[in-house]
């Protein structure tokens, strides 16, 4: 099955025949967005348009609305009938389909004490459309190596220029062994967005000897492969919380090689948070990998510990 027909599929009857108008657009689809009582609307090359009835591009007063009916369709295809057999993600806000796709939610939120209980009814989805750029790392991976041994490595980048992406990728690279010996890889996919995981299989390549814990908090997953997988890398997407980082100190005390992202615009910004600015004083990671915006493109820089730029070089957007 195409993607396109895996989004298709997963919509209102009524609102299949105008995505599948957007065809010629496609292969720069990044997001459908459903909002009750509100204009259709996608997101393209990192920018947000308003659909018509005919499946075009167009203005907010010429946009398709959608209904609460639609909508609560559109719900019943992604959760497969079963909200109930869903209930946790749906506490967490989000549902993985076939194919990868990650479908956000939000609309009226239940509570149970102190916790979320439920989102229902929920009024507004967010399809975020699921794609592998197969060799996008490959020409930073080489300078992720010192004297033949992997290093720490951090993958720095505002959000929106792909650094799950890179990092899915990277991944894949180092499990294969395109860039050196192949490397046994654990990973803790907390949000199910880099393996994709669909009732426990992975949707994208993430290598042959790669294990992934799904839906496990990343803290608690780290410690777990090291206990019981002894993962020669282990990788985690969007480090910053305080468990997440004593786990990090924790698994490089083990021997693990890390392959980590967090979000920051720049160096200047991420030596500033607090522990950041200690581990770069600590020389704990001996790479990192910034992405940074250079008008349409990205850049991506590899620097050392230090911080003196390794490698530069310059490429499309790989936020998809």
């Known amino acids: 099955m195409g993607r396109e027909e895996e989004i298709i599929r997963i919509l209102a009857v009524s609102l299949r025949r105008i995505v599948k108008e957007l065809s010629s657009n496609w292969d720069r689809l990044e997001e459908i967005r459903l909002r009750v ?12 348009f308003f659909v018509s009835e005919q499946g075009r591009f167009c203005s907010r007063e010429q946009a398709r609305i959608v209904g609460l009916a639609e909508l609560r369709e559109t719900m019943e295809y992604v959760s497969s009938y079963s909200r109930y057999a869903f209930e946790e993600k749906i506490r967490q806000g989000f549902l993985t389909v076939p194919g990868g796709h990650r479908v956000g939610l939000a609309g009226r939120v239940v509570m149970e004490g102190k916790s979320v209980k439920t989102i229902a009814p ?50 894949r690279l180092l499990s294969d062994g395109e860039c050196g010996p192949a490397c046994t890889v654990g990973v803790v996919d907390e949000r199910s967005e880099l393996a994709a995981c669909y009732q426990g299989i ?32 282990i990788a985690v997407d969007e480090v910053g919380g ?26 200047e910004e991420l030596r500033r948070r607090p522990i950041f600015g200690r581990w770069i004083d600590e020389k704990r990671f001996g790479r990192y990998l910034l992405l940074e915006r250079a008008g349409g493109q990205v850049r991506y ?7 003196r730029t390794l490698w530069q070089g310059e490429g499309r957007r790989l936020a998809v």
């Open 301 to 307: 820089r590899v620097c050392s510990a230090l911080g």
């Open 122 to 171: 929920v009024t507004f989805l967010s399809i975020r459309i699921a794609r592998e750029v197969r060799g996008c790392a490959g020409k930073t991976v080489p300078w992720l190596w010192e004297n033949g041994n992997l290093q720490d490595t951090l993958v720095i980048s505002p959000p929106g220029l792909g650094k799950t992406t890179l990092l899915r990728d990277l991944i």
């Open 37 to 48: 009582n509100a204009p259709l609307c996608v997101v393209s090359e990192g920018s947000s």
């Open 242 to 267: 305080e468990d997440d980082c004593r786990a990090i100190e924790y698994v490089m005390n083990c021997g693990c090689r890390l392959l980590a992202t967090a979000h920051a615009m720049n160096w």
């Open 202 to 233: 992975p949707q994208n390549d993430l290598g042959s000897h790669t294990d992934v814990l799904d839906g496990c908090p990343k803290a608690e997953g780290m410690l777990m492969l090291v206990r019981s997988l002894a993962p020669q890398v």
